[in-house]
């Protein structure tokens, strides 16, 4: 026994050691990809559950829409000259800030200095980069190889940038451009689109890195106030605005809090009335006049492409199709509502800690629909968290913590606990039979109260036991006593009997109890007749050896109370009331009658009547009626019978 508590230790330790590998694993990389399966469906729930998140309401997005691209007429190169108008458009509103998430740069280096469309299309750069000059701050984009910009100084063929005509006008005296950002994003390896990789430029006049995101840019140039860049002694990045930092994943990027799909009907105007998230307005209907100059006041805007046509669509949680402009208002909205996702791996290691423990509890204790209803409350609860908490909960590895846990949990328990518990059935089997143990076991606790019902009793006693002993040794008795009953607690198995007690040499059976039986006095007299069959038939091939071979039977039928007596630490099954009583007194008036069986009439009117009743008997029993007798210490009189089988 003193091996099952070292056995449950060194599961449960397998456990903690497996939930603790789970929960590492869980904060690597290979880990955030599958743990994002789960992620992408709490953006879907939420949206459809509450709908979209709160939104800075200076965020706008004007959109070339198809409906731009049918005015313009022109191809693409030859934007900058209304995009100019555009801007200048906007800016008359007086915005925050206006940022051109489009970049225009052709390749025109090996045309003449003299060429009509590179004279033209230096021209036009040179009216886009003047817009930048005014009051209102106009930022422009650069989308970079992978690696921080930091990497890429003087390689342009590793940056696609705006032309040079508008990087030499937007430069300060160090050469450093504050008004460039980079609109890269973090595709992960299925595609999709989760989180946000902060760039960095270096900067001539002090040799510092500074975040050149373009969403980071455009926070700066609204505000006026600046982000705070750091590395930590772990070389992590810390991104600070205000007293708000950013939560850094891995890897220097930040899961981004997208509020809701974005509008993707391009084929019309926009009607940012009908944005789903982030409001759109076509960049049309702002060229013709149809959106007035004070729409833009203190807004900060991104003019971006939204048609189709310009497949600048993303694949992100909740949205196949989230406009790529909104991926940096997105971020910018998070910074500006507080509204960041927060990842402990901490948390994570722990939670998968506490879901192997829990799923060894349950598995050990054999709580199969606990742990059923467990595996339901893993994701509840992460979605919860994240709904209403912006917190990133994992689900993936505390499910399999909880499986891994709740398999060695059990496979404990049926080393020890279902190994104890058979144990007991097998020695609980030994005396009563199969089904009446399990209904013991079944309906323990409603046997405290105990319960009032019609049973047959039948007491058996040893005819000559005390001068019989006296003749054999202690160990020649046991071994008798053992064949003896062995013959008899078989026949009474046999009849679904419940072996009440040994007492000496007396057996006490309860036939009806506690499983219910309908033909309870049936089986007590068929009971009685095979236990006379057993002992003659052990008799006749004894070849004389000495045993017990004579007995004294005595059966009664009446309503008596059942249920559990005497404390909980030593309790037994019990039978109680006159009717026992009177079983053992109609056993002592059989020996007195000079019968081996002796049958109350209670128990002969309930015989008939089962048989009345279509009860199945496989034996014809004849009565052979004592007479009205009287029994010790009680004052009642009841017809006794002797029986056997009929010819």
């Given at each position: 026994m003193?091996?099952?508590?070292?056995?449950?230790?060194?599961?449960?330790?397998?456990?903690?050691?497996?939930?603790?590998?789970?929960?590492?694993?869980?904060?690597?990389?290979?880990?955030?990809?599958?743990?994002?399966?789960?992620?992408?469906?709490?953006?879907?729930?939420?949206?459809?559950?509450?709908?979209?998140?709160?939104?800075?309401?200076?965020?706008?997005?004007?959109?070339?829409?198809?409906?731009?691209?049918?005015?313009?007429?022109?191809?693409?190169?030859?934007?900058?000259?209304?995009?100019?108008?555009?801007?200048?458009?906007?800016?008359?509103?007086?915005?925050?800030?206006?940022?051109?998430?489009?970049?225009?740069?052709?390749?025109?280096?090996?045309?003449?200095?003299?060429?009509?469309?590179?004279?033209?299309?230096?021209?036009?750069?040179?009216?886009?980069?003047?817009?930048?000059?005014?009051?209102?701050p106009v930022l422009f984009v650069e989308v970079a190889a992978d690696g921080a910009l930091s990497d890429i100084e003087g390689k342009d063929d590793q940056v696609v940038s705006p032309h040079e005509n508008i990087l030499d006008l937007l430069s300060d005296e160090n050469g450093d451009n504050n008004s460039i950002g980079a609109a890269n994003v973090a595709q992960d390896e299925d595609g999709a689109i989760r989180r946000m990789v902060l760039y960095t430029r270096q900067q001539n006049v002090d040799g510092s890195h500074r975040p050149s995101n373009i969403a980071l840019r455009m926070l700066e140039a609204a505000t006026g106030e600046r982000v705070q860049f750091e590395r930590d002694s772990r070389g992590e990045a810390v991104i600070r605005w205000r007293d708000r930092t950013i939560p850094i994943l891995f890897r220097d990027s930040f899961l981004l809090n997208f509020p809701g799909p974005t509008e993707d009907n391009t084929l019309a105007a926009h009607d940012h009335s009908k944005s789903e998230s982030f409001p759109i307005v076509s960049a049309m209907n702002v060229m013709n006049g149809q959106v007035p100059k004070e729409f833009f006041?203190?807004?900060?805007?991104?003019?971006?492409?939204?048609?189709?046509?310009?497949?600048?669509?993303?694949?992100?949680?909740?949205?196949?199709?989230?406009?790529?402009?909104?991926?940096?208002?997105?971020?910018?909205?998070m910074i500006l509502q507080d509204d960041f996702i927060q990842r402990s791996a901490g948390l994570w290691i722990l939670v998968c800690l506490m879901a192997g423990t829990f799923g060894f509890y349950l598995g050990r204790s054999g709580r199969v629909f606990s742990a059923l209803a467990t595996t339901l409350t893993v994701p509840t609860i992460a979605f919860a968290a994240f709904a209403f908490a912006n917190s990133w909960l994992p689900t993936v590895f505390p499910l399999i913590a909880l499986s891994t846990g709740g398999l060695l949990g059990y496979a404990e328990r049926l080393l020890t606990v279902e190994k104890d518990r058979a144990r007991v059935r097998s020695t609980f089997a030994r005396m009563v039979s199969p089904q009446v143990m399990n209904h013991v076991l079944a309906n323990y606790q409603s046997l405290t109260n105990g319960e009032r019902k019609e049973i047959t009793v039948l007491f058996s006693d040893i005819n000559d036991f005390t001068p019989v002993c006296e003749?054999?040794?202690?160990?020649?008795?046991?071994?008798?006593?053992?064949?003896?009953?062995?013959?008899?607690?078989?026949?009474?198995?046999?009849?679904?009997?419940?072996?009440?007690?040994?007492?000496?040499?007396?057996?006490?059976?309860?036939?009806?109890?506690?499983?219910?039986?309908?033909?309870?006095?049936?089986?007590?007299?068929?009971?009685?007749?095979e236990m006379r069959d057993a002992l003659a038939k052990a008799k006749e091939t004894s070849q004389g050896k000495p045993g017990f071979y004579e007995v004294k039977i005595g059966i009664n039928t009446g309503s008596v109370v059942l249920g559990k007596v005497g404390p909980e630490s030593r309790w037994e099954y019990a039978a109680v009331g006159d009717h026992v009583n009177l079983g053992a007194r109609v056993m002592s008036v059989a020996k007195n009658l000079g019968m081996d069986i002796g049958v109350s009439a209670a128990s002969k009117a309930r015989f008939e009547k089962e048989r009345e009743e279509g009860q199945p008997c496989s034996e014809k029993v004849e009565w052979i009626s004592q007479g009205v007798q009287s029994f010790k210490g009680k004052i009642s009189q009841m017809e006794v019978f002797g029986i056997k089988r009929a010819e």
């Open positions: 003193k091996r099952f508590p070292k056995l449950a230790i060194r599961t449960l330790l397998a456990s903690l050691g497996l939930s603790l590998l789970l929960g590492l694993i869980s904060v690597t990389d290979f880990g955030y990809r599958v743990e994002t399966l789960a992620l992408d469906s709490w953006f879907t729930a939420r949206y459809k559950l509450f709908g979209t998140r709160p939104i800075d309401d200076r965020l706008l997005m004007v959109g070339v829409d198809e409906h731009t691209i049918q005015a313009f007429g022109k191809p693409q190169v030859l934007w900058q000259k209304e995009l100019a108008n555009l801007i200048e458009i906007i800016k008359a509103g007086k915005p925050s800030v206006v940022a051109l998430d489009i970049v225009i740069s052709p390749a025109t280096k090996g045309l003449d200095d003299e060429d009509q469309f590179k004279l033209r299309f230096q021209d036009e750069a040179l009216e886009l980069g003047l817009t930048a000059l005014g009051e209102t006041k203190d807004k900060i805007v991104m003019i971006a492409p939204t048609a189709s046509s310009l497949m600048d669509q993303k694949v992100v949680p909740g949205d196949r199709q989230y406009h790529g402009a909104a991926l940096h208002l997105t971020a910018l909205n003749q054999h040794t202690p160990e020649e008795v046991i071994k008798m006593l053992s064949e003896y009953f062995s013959n008899m607690v078989d026949v009474i198995m046999k009849y679904d009997g419940y072996l009440k007690q040994y007492v000496g040499d007396e057996i006490m059976v309860i036939f009806g109890a506690p499983d219910d039986s309908s033909d309870h006095a049936t089986r007590a007299v068929l009971t009685a007749l």
